[in-house]
Nanobody
């Protein structure tokens, strides 16, 4: 049974930084075409914000986080990370990771059961 556990969320001040992590058990994430980080802001749908391909480590990002987010993966350890810098109030959200199907950022779809997510709250 696949399980995803995200961690690292916290209350941070604007301009701060955070490193989020997720651990996947039950299957190898290397078997996914790509892995990604999603966020769900209050009252909004979950959206993909960062993606990394398992074969090339090529990364891609949603425009609103480009330059402030870095996705990395420890493929053989089944762990995924997201470094967020210069965090802004609009980054307040629950963050999730998932395996992705789809050849591009725009066509990516989640393929694993969702974890509980990790809450990031940005406030001064």
């Amino acid at each position: 049974q696949v399980q995803i556990v995200e961690s690292g969320g916290a209350l941070v001040q604007p301009g701060g930084s955070l490193r989020l992590s997720c651990s996947v058990t039950g299957r190898s994430i290397f078997g996914s075409y790509a892995m990604g980080w999603y966020r769900q802001r209050p009252g909004e749908e979950r959206e993909l914000i960062a993606r990394i391909r398992s074969d090339t480590d090529e990364t891609s990002y949603l425009d609103s986080v480009k330059g402030r987010a870095t996705i990395t993966s420890e493929w053989h350890e089944n762990r995924l990370h997201l470094q967020l810098t210069n965090i802004q109030p609009q980054d307040t959200a629950v963050y999730y990771c998932n395996g992705l199907a789809g050849l591009t950022f725009a066509t990516s779809e989640p393929r694993l059961p969702w974890g509980q997510g990790t809450q990031v709250t940005v406030s001064s």
